[in-house]
């Protein structure tokens, strides 16, 4: 798990879908996996397994997951910039958790494999604190770090006033239209909503960071499959070869399922969606907010 790369990631996928996703939808995305399991995990006799295993709630971490999310989504809704930022959001996430030694099923339930890098150790069994404490020393803790560094250098622009106003309102003036007339927020305060995400991320990593060094005290060990001092969580013995035939068997199974979801239902849902109505440059944050209070800002 990753406890800021998830938030960071958020401003770098924007960057690359521009109009086409909402952004409260990528955020929701990001968010899924964990908010339907992070509260139980602590609890759980086997943090990890219950985590991201099978049995357990790991089909929470796979790409079937946010597929039936977003068709869910967009048959209620019918807003296609909703529909594409929930996937991609919550695909974003499956690939991230990767990098732990419990890994994810991506391809879950065509196959339950357990697909990993193991660049750092999954620690739930630690307990809250204990986990936080191991993953800020181990690589964990870098990754998060150069996920900042990446918003920073590549996705910069994500973060003025401008783009809040030529691309993020406009790809979703239903819900940042609402939270201004309804919640009375004026662009400012939803500005601050929309900015909020990345600082929250970094507060995390901060803090956090300074809890291990200071007051849990424990070593940093920033080298693979660290830190050295907790028991590691493998929910899988297999070899190199059997992880990479059944992933893969695994990859071409999900791929016709979900072609024919696609042409099952799947296109016809897109087909009666829409796009954000107003997606013509400065026109549609306009509509949305009103003239005047733009202009007075
Ligand atoms: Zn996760």
Same mark, same amino acid.
């Given at each position: 798990?990753?406890?800021?790369?998830?938030?960071?990631?958020?401003?770098?996928?924007?960057?690359?879908?521009?109009?086409?996703?909402?952004?409260?939808?990528?955020?929701?995305?990001?968010?899924?996996?964990?908010?339907?399991?992070?509260?139980?995990?602590?609890?759980?006799?086997?943090?990890?397994?219950?985590?991201?295993?099978?049995?357990?709630?790991?089909?929470?971490?796979?790409?079937?997951?946010?597929?039936?999310?977003?068709?869910?989504?967009?048959?209620?809704?019918?807003?296609?910039?909703?529909?594409?930022?929930?996937?991609?959001?919550?695909?974003?996430? !499956?690939?991230?958790?990767? %990098?732990?030694?419990?890994?994810?099923? $991506? =391809?879950? #339930?065509?196959?339950?494999? +357990?697909?990993? @890098?193991?660049?750092?150790?999954?620690?739930?069994?630690?307990?809250?604190?204990?986990?936080?404490?191991?993953?800020?020393?181990?690589?964990?803790?870098?990754?998060?770090?150069?996920?900042?560094?990446?918003?920073?250098?590549?996705?910069?622009?994500?973060?003025?006033?401008?783009?809040?106003?030529?691309?993020?309102?406009?790809?979703?003036?239903?819900?940042?239209?609402?939270?201004?007339?309804?919640?009375?927020?004026?662009?400012?305060?939803?500005?601050?909503?929309?900015?909020?995400?990345?600082?929250?991320?970094?507060?995390?990593?901060? !803090?956090?960071?300074?809890? %291990?060094?200071?007051?849990?005290?424990? $070593? =940093?060990? #920033?080298?693979?499959?660290? +830190?050295?001092? @907790?028991?590691?969580?493998?929910?899988?013995?297999?070899?190199?070869?059997?992880?990479?035939?059944?992933?893969?068997?695994?990859?071409?199974?999900?791929?016709?399922?979900?072609?024919?979801?696609?042409?099952?239902?799947?296109?016809?849902?897109?087909?009666?969606?829409?796009?954000?109505?107003?997606?013509?440059?400065?026109?549609?944050?306009?509509?949305?907010?009103?003239?005047?209070?733009?202009?007075?800002?």
């Amino acid at each position: 798990m990753s406890w800021a790369a998830h938030e960071f990631e958020n401003y770098f996928i924007q960057r690359h879908v521009g109009l086409k996703a909402s952004f409260l939808a990528i955020m929701l995305g990001t968010s899924i996996p964990d908010l339907f399991t992070k509260s139980f995990v602590y609890a759980s006799a086997d943090p990890a397994y219950f985590h991201r295993g099978w049995p357990g709630v790991g089909f929470t971490h796979s790409l079937i997951f946010g597929v039936a999310f977003a068709a869910l989504i967009l048959a209620v809704t019918r807003s296609r910039s909703w529909a594409l930022g929930v996937l991609i959001g919550q695909w974003a996430h !499956v690939f991230t958790d990767v %990098a732990d030694t419990a890994g994810v099923m $991506p =391809f879950f #339930p065509f196959s339950t494999e +357990p697909l990993t @890098i193991s660049m750092w150790k999954h620690a739930a069994a630690e307990g809250r604190y204990g986990d936080a404490a191991a993953y800020y020393s181990s690589l964990g803790g870098v990754w998060d770090l150069f996920w900042f560094v990446v918003v920073l250098v590549f996705a910069r622009n994500t973060l003025k006033r401008s783009y809040f106003r030529d691309v993020i309102v406009p790809a979703d003036p239903r819900v940042w239209g609402w939270m201004h007339r309804t919640l009375r927020l004026p662009e400012q305060a939803l500005l601050l909503v929309y900015r909020g995400l990345l600082f929250y991320g970094l507060g995390r990593m901060i !803090v956090w960071f300074l809890y %291990a060094r200071f007051d849990a005290r424990t $070593p =940093f060990q #920033p080298a693979w499959g660290g +830190p050295a001092y @907790i028991q590691g969580n493998d929910l899988s013995d297999a070899g190199a070869l059997e992880v990479i035939g059944r992933t893969s068997i695994g990859a071409v199974l999900f791929a016709a399922f979900l072609w024919i979801c696609w042409r099952l239902f799947i296109r016809r849902l897109w087909r009666r969606g829409y796009d954000p109505p107003m997606t013509a440059r400065g026109t549609g944050v306009r509509a949305v907010f009103g003239a005047r209070q733009l202009d007075a800002a």
